[in-house]
């Protein structure tokens, strides 16, 4: 039984116990949870094989005896494992640190969503294959012309605005120029998406392009209501990630990593959700899903997606479109609203 452990969390301990953590396997270096299983049911019944962390590389093998987990320890720890590719596993024995039941977690794992409609979250959509591998090239080549902007982890480049991030805001009264031409097809793709039944009020005038490294996301955060309007649309190039959806019920508009720790320790409800993104969809984040749902790409070298697992390619570069706002914004989320908050 491989999937028994979603709603347990587990760490290393000295103690002995019937739990294992096992370092070094796992579906980032390409050893399922089944062959796992396989390999440690030789000394006894293993009740379930589970993510440790969201590395992809360390899980947690739970036996119904102690005594099989001290067995296991002992034959395989910090030896070439002969039944997981002469892998060298670390073990250490694992107690429970806490339980939760997030009902979308399998194996530890945040399930991840292939379809937008799957989320039900109001106001999401994604279109696969939004631009051909040829756009894919252009607009790749046509950025990787232009000057980078180096941020700590990752590169950007701003069109029509800059985005400030110390403020996540935009200099409103500093137009960087028209965006450029190379855009034109993608604009014009985008102001007839389907699901918009106005589509005359899709007006782009800002475009953010962000370069990610293999490992590097972007942490939670709301757009700020108050710098954009409501239609938010991100191309997604070169390589996939997952992108998390989080809607804290306490929550405000601040990001989670600012809020203070009263008010997070007070907000255990937070409802999470996960869409996979390749290459060349195009995300929309409208009504519900832009202005109450925070969004967030995790900092991982690949995801687990419906038990494969995903590495992250070299890089990807994601073009958000935006439209920035001239006035305050009068959104009917006004908890998560920097214009109607105090
Ligand atoms: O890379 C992405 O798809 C999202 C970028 C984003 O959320 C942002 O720039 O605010
Ligand atoms: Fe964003």
Not at 33 to 42: E, G, R
Not at 251 to 260: D, F, H, R
Request: aromatic fraction near 10%; proline fraction near 6%; include cysteine.
């Amino acid at each position: 039984m491989v999937n028994e452990c979603s709603s347990t969390r587990f760490i290393s301990s000295s103690s002995s116990s019937s739990n294992l953590y096992v370092a070094n396997c796992g579906p980032y270096v390409g050893i399922s949870l089944d062959q796992i299983q396989l390999a440690f049911s030789k000394f006894g019944e293993v009740k379930s094989v589970c993510a440790a962390d969201q590395s992809g590389a360390r899980v947690v093998v739970s036996f119904s005896q102690e005594s099989s987990a001290k067995a296991a320890l002992e034959a395989f720890d910090g030896k070439p494992c002969p039944y997981l590719s002469g892998r060298i596993l670390h073990i250490r024995y694992s107690s429970i640190l806490q339980t939760s039941s997030p009902s979308s977690q399998v194996n530890g794992f945040l399930s991840v969503s292939l379809e937008a409609s799957e989320l039900q979250i109001p106001g999401i959509y994604l279109l696969k294959d939004f631009v051909s591998s040829e756009e894919e090239e252009e607009l790749l080549s046509a950025v990787d012309c232009r000057l980078w902007k180096n941020l700590a982890k990752r590169r950007v480049q701003h069109y029509g605005y800059e985005f400030m991030y110390e403020t996540r805001n935009v200099n409103t009264k500093h137009c960087l120029g028209e965006l450029p031409s190379f855009l034109s097809p993608i604009l014009k793709k985008i102001s007839s998406f389907p699901n918009i039944t106005d589509t005359g009020s899709i007006i782009i005038d800002q475009l953010t392009v962000n370069e990610y490294p293999p490992g590097v996301g972007l942490s939670p955060h709301i757009d700020t209501h108050s710098a954009f309007e409501g239609f938010i649309f991100s191309l997604s190039l070169a390589g996939p990630c997952i992108m998390e959806f989080r809607k804290y019920s306490k929550g405000s508009w601040l990001p989670p990593a600012i809020q203070s720790t009263v008010t997070r320790g007070e907000n255990p409800e937070v409802i999470r959700k996960a869409l996979f993104l390749p290459p060349r969809s195009m995300l929309l984040l409208s009504g519900e899903a832009r202005y109450a749902w925070h969004h967030y790409i995790p900092h991982h070298k690949g995801d687990a997606v419906r038990g494969d697992f995903i590495k992250r390619a070299s890089r990807r570069v994601s073009f958000t479109f935006r439209k920035v706002r001239n006035g305050p914004c009068c959104c009917e989320f006004s908890q998560y609203c920097d214009s109607q908050s105090d």
